[in-house]
């Protein structure tokens, strides 16, 4: 049983990060430009978590002809930088907006406002950008973007609902900044990490335009639960004042594309794991919800499986809503979850929940696995199970238990993969 267990988890782990290995970002920026007349020029705008990726592809397709290039990127960008005389690499706050991403927003004002010979502006977008970048309007501050984060976790707001509360008041997003787009015309390719409403809200519709009524904005703010009334006040005027913006807001010829999504990573994930022996179900690429509502659900599929050796995969985003001091993320939180669930299927079974960009917010952690003995070996070592579930404690005792998995920056951002293997029953 132990061999069939070690085996499982091997597989597993694979599983869940072999997809890396299949993908090149170049060969999907290519056909992008097929098209293009060769004697056009590019500036080029790279924000998110793998904006440096994403810009060393468009550099390969596209070389001489980037005539200027912005990268917006995160302080745990990994690995050495390419030096080209015309870029400028600037570092943002994440996940909490602070004064290094108010810092990006200006810069990214003042390099789209400043005059270029180039044909086109090409904006590389991908998850991360909202923190990493933003300009608040008026009189909304930094600190106040980090309390409307903070209570959107303690509201269990999803990704879309938080991207158009900051979409509301930025002079950015929601097709702001398209407004200082000075080319005769513009694209963006986006990597898409948002599974409820795809790329229109990745970087909170950085480069689509979005023009919320005051009703609509109204149950935004509601939907976020904020008691400080002068927190509400700013918000609103910072709401009118963006409105006013886009009121008078006149656009190049702008394109939105598709560069990669979710589905890329299920289905090189399922892929492997058929390829492995395995009988595959998938539950899909919009995995989304409460983590408990969704451990329930992936639960009930488990318990329908049949005799044989059986891969359950999907990607997605959960929700936690997070409450006390605890340390964790959403990966490790589902993982912990699961522990409690295997071992009611009568057999042999791994779960394993990763970030598909490496960080599972916390740094050096891309996930966790667990395993059918999960919950037992925790009270053998005094972790009290369902404490660690309540106060969202997760990460101390997965590292206690070994379960936690190594992350780096992998230069994707296609939300999080998570994969159960089931052993066939009786081995």
Same mark, same amino acid.
């Given at each position: 049983m132990r061999s069939m267990d070690r085996s499982l988890r091997s597989d597993a782990i694979e599983i869940s990060r072999g997809w890396l290995d299949e993908v090149d970002l170049a060969s999907? #920026? +290519?056909p992008h430009f097929d098209n293009a007349d060769r004697s056009r020029l590019f500036d080029v705008v790279a924000i998110g978590k793998a904006a440096r990726q994403m810009s060393n592809g468009v550099r390969d397709v596209l070389g001489d002809r980037v005539q200027r290039e912005l990268l917006v990127v995160s302080g745990d960008e990994q690995g050495p930088a390419r030096s080209y005389a015309n870029r400028r690499e600037v570092v943002g706050d994440h996940p909490v907006p602070a004064e290094a991403s108010l810092a990006a927003g200006q810069y990214l004002a003042s390099f789209l406002d @400043?005059?270029?010979t180039s044909n086109e502006t090409v904006f590389l977008v991908s998850g991360g950008a909202s923190s990493l970048c933003a300009l608040p309007a008026p009189p909304l501050t930094m600190s106040d973007l980090a309390q409307v984060w903070v209570a959107s976790l303690k509201a269990g707001l999803d990704i879309t609902q938080l991207n158009r509360l900051r979409a509301s008041t930025s002079l950015i997003s929601g097709g702001c900044?398209?407004?200082r787009v000075r080319t005769a015309s513009s694209r963006a390719l986006i990597?898409? *990490?948002n599974v409820i409403s795809g790329p229109r809200w990745v970087a909170s519709g950085l480069t689509y335009d979005y023009r919320p009524s005051a009703e609509q904005w109204g149950q935004l703010v509601g939907s976020l639960g904020v008691q400080d009334p002068e927190l509400v006040k700013r918000l609103g005027l910072a709401f009118e004042c963006r409105s006013r913006v886009m009121e008078g807001l006149v656009t190049a010829s702008h394109t939105n594309e598709v560069l990669a999504e979710p589905g890329l990573m299920l289905g090189l994930a399922a892929l492997d794991a058929r390829q492995r022996g395995y009988d595959v179900i998938s539950l899909g690429a919009s995995v989304h919800g409460d983590v408990e509502d969704v451990v329930g659900e992936w639960t009930r599929v488990l318990r329908t499986l049949g005799d044989g050796p059986h891969?359950?995969?999907g990607v997605g985003e959960v929700t936690v809503r997070v409450g006390g001091a605890g340390r964790g993320g959403r990966c490790q939180e589902f993982a912990w979850r699961m522990a409690a669930e295997l071992p009611q299927l009568g057999r042999e079974a791994v779960f394993v929940a990763r970030s598909s960009d490496g960080r599972d917010f916390i740094e050096g952690v891309a996930g966790a696995f667990v395993e059918t003995r999960t919950r037992s070996r925790a =009270? =053998?070592? +005094? #972790? *009290?199970y369902e404490d660690v579930a309540q106060r969202h404690d997760t990460h101390g005792a997965l590292e206690a238990l070994d379960l936690l998995i *190594? +992350?780096?920056h992998t230069g994707w951002n296609l939300c999080d993969l998570?994969? @159960?293997v089931l052993g066939a029953s009786g081995s």
């Open positions: 999907l #920026i +290519g @400043a005059p270029t900044v398209l407004g990597m898409v *990490d891969c359950l995969i =009270e =053998e070592l +005094g #972790i *009290d *190594d +992350g780096s998570y994969v @159960a």
